[in-house]
């Protein structure tokens, strides 16, 4: 029925097995089941983009996720691509140029650069404002998100990365 | 405020029978579950509140895209992400690779399904119309058997389709697109990725120097895509660049009246369909040779 089912999955390089009531969001789950705060919530129906997270290997909205959906999946989130150092340099570049105010939409933002750097190391400032798209930051204007992020492209062709 | 869906059960179907079984016993208590694109989002908001979820992403029968005979087949599961980025799709319905990048987002496009879009039948989507203007075919299927629709007989209004509670779109099947195939994709909208204000999906064959099978399909402009039928007539057996793009404009003024939306009225939106009209046919004068 209703009643709980067990996922069993990879968060950050760690196994996870709980057992979720079928109408938990993935980004709640992370929250509230395992404790991992860094993906943040917002809107809940997929517009603002602060639950941007990686599911295997790609971004998705934490909010249009079940957990249940995740049997079997690998789960990165802010904290574990903050530990493993993926994207420090973005991240240090962000605090650079002040791409972030209050921070809200800062992991979303990073999860989004992050994809956008991988699929084109070498992108122009419209194609970051298409990716940015579906990012909503109520702080900076996004200006210095794009300065970050072709400063981020930039070095890292500079360094044959 | 916090979202929360009400309580569902949750199968994982393995095969089309494990989804046909659901279904068979909840009739339209019963959802199913594709990228949870448009499902999970009116799950959160309680637009929908099914008693049992079926999630078919893992049935082997609604993946793949391939070439069968002289169409492209592609499963109702494959995310657009998938169809956006392959060889088959580009090089036999390119009008299709051109427009999934004007949906929504990257994080949405990894997750939602060419088959959810069509079954969502939202009248401001990108593919529902390029389905109608390519002809193509829908494979449903149910415990009863399976049948093909058209893509004319499907859409039938906002969020309403030809498919019956107990139905499954399978997969859905494009002609090839042959030599001498012309088509034009393209939309008005406010920001990158939201839904359009108006958009045109138009495809056209030359064939010995004229236009044949020409097909204007405008959406965003009425409760399910809308093919210009009488505009459309008056490309067919004409050269490319032979013609005056005002007398098509004038046709869909006089056969058409946009239904507004919340944001767009009905005179803003029959401006932008003419708009993409001149668009797309200066389009097609261009590739005259
Ligand atoms: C912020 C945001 C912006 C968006 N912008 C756009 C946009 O610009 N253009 C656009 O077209 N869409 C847009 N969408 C919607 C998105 O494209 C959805 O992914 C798509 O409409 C549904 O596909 P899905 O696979 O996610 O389907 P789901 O959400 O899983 O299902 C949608 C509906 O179809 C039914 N269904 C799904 N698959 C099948 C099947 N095989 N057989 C029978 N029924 C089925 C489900 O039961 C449900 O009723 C947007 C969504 C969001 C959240
Ligand atoms: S909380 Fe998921 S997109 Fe806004
Ligand atoms: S920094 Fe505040 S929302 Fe982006």
Known sequence: MTAPIIVTLTVNGEPVSQAVEPRLTLVDFLREAIGLKGTHVGCE????????????GVTVR???TLAVQCEGATVETIEGMTESGAMKDLQDEFVERNALQC?????????????LLERNAMPSREEIREQLSGNYCRCTGYQAIVDAIETTARKRGALGR | MRLKPRAFEYVRARSLQDVFSVLDAHGDEAKILAGGQSLVPALNLRLAAPEIVVDVSAVEALSGITVVDDVLRIGAMSRYIEVATSDLVARHAPMIARAIPYIAHTAI?????????LCNADPA???PAC????????????SAGERKIAASDFFLGTYTTALEPNEVLVSVEVPLTGPGSLFYFDEVARRQGDYAMAGLAARAEVRGGVLADARLVFFAVSDMPLAASAASALLEGKAPGSFDAEVVCEALAQTIVPLEDLTTSSATKLHLMKVLTRRALTDFAGKEA
């Open chain 2, 109 to 117: 496009r990894n997750r939602g399904t060419f088959g959810g879009s």
């Open chain 1, 62 to 64: 934490g909010c249009l």
């Open chain 2, 125 to 127: 989507s990108e593919l």
């Open chain 2, 131 to 142: 389905a109608l203007a390519l002809k193509a075919v829908f494979n449903i299927s149910s």
């Open chain 1, 45 to 56: 129906h997929g517009v603002c983009g602060a639950c941007t997270l990686r599911l295997d």
């Open chain 1, 103 to 115: 921070g809200y939409c800062t992991p979303g933002m990073l999860m989004s650069a992050a994809e």
